[in-house]
């Protein structure tokens, strides 16, 4: 079965540069979530779309924005990159946004900021 | 704040069943609990939840307490491929259904 797919699956930036991960969920799937993932730390949610809308906001700073187009697919943007926004970044995604919908996960992307 | 407790590691040899418990006391009645598990760096996997029956399906089963105030995961039989940090999670049904990790049980399967 198709699962949910995650690119760069690595990225190498230098502090104050930018970012962009892109996520593709499963098909039909309408529903997008991005979670961080610090060095020894548990996943932290960060922002949810359903259907190209925001849903949920969690502790995203400021310097991260991210959006769900059309073809449902999702980007983060990163800017101004710091060291401690080094992280694996997650994104699920689900068939509908409620809390009975089951979210399945894509392998990650390792961002390293140098 | 923590809706979830769960021990810190186990270890379970390979073969044996691994029960895995998990406390929310403060669990609302229209809250599902959730369980995945993390195997290195990996995305964290979906494994089963439930939300008054106990629940069974191809990878492990969910015993939930007639209160709801906690909840035991059972591997049935336990292979090295198992060892992982399993996180039990309740959704908070007033959100849109983000999952908010708290931190979850590191398994170690021994041969």
């Known amino acids: 079965a198709a699962g949910v797919i995650q690119s760069p699956r690595h990225l190498i930036k230098e502090k104050r540069e930018t970012a962009t991960l892109k996520c593709y969920p499963i098909?039909?799937?309408?529903?997008v979530y991005w979670y961080q993932q610090g060095p020894g730390q548990d996943p932290q949610f960060l922002i949810s779309?359903?259907?190209?809308?925001?849903?949920d906001k969690g502790s995203i700073p400021d310097r991260f924005s991210a959006q769900q187009f059309s073809d449902y697919h999702s980007e983060l943007n990163m800017s101004s990159l710091e060291l401690g926004d080094s992280a694996l970044y997650f994104c699920a995604s689900s068939l509908g946004g409620a809390s009975t919908d089951t979210q399945y996960f894509g392998p990650g992307t390792r961002l390293t900021v140098l | 704040d923590a809706k979830t407790t769960q021990p810190t590691s186990m270890d379970c040899a390979e073969g044996r069943a691994a029960n895995l418990p998990c406390n929310h006391s403060?669990?609302?009645?229209?809250?599902?609990v959730y369980w995945y598990r993390q195997i290195h760096s990996q995305g964290p996997q979906y494994i089963i939840h439930?939300?008054?029956n106990n629940e069974t399906n191809e990878m492990a089963s969910l015993i939930i307490t007639e209160d709801r105030k906690s909840s035991t995961l059972i591997l049935p039989h336990a292979t090295l491929r198992d060892t992982a940090v399993y996180y039990c999670i309740v959704r908070d049904s007033d959100s849109w259904g983000k999952l908010q990790f708290g931190a979850g049980t590191q398994v170690v399967v021994t041969p």
């Open positions: 439930g939300l008054k």
């Open positions: 779309f359903y259907e190209k809308m925001q849903s």
């Open positions: 098909p039909r799937h309408d529903t």
């Open positions: 403060t669990i609302s009645g229209n809250e599902y």
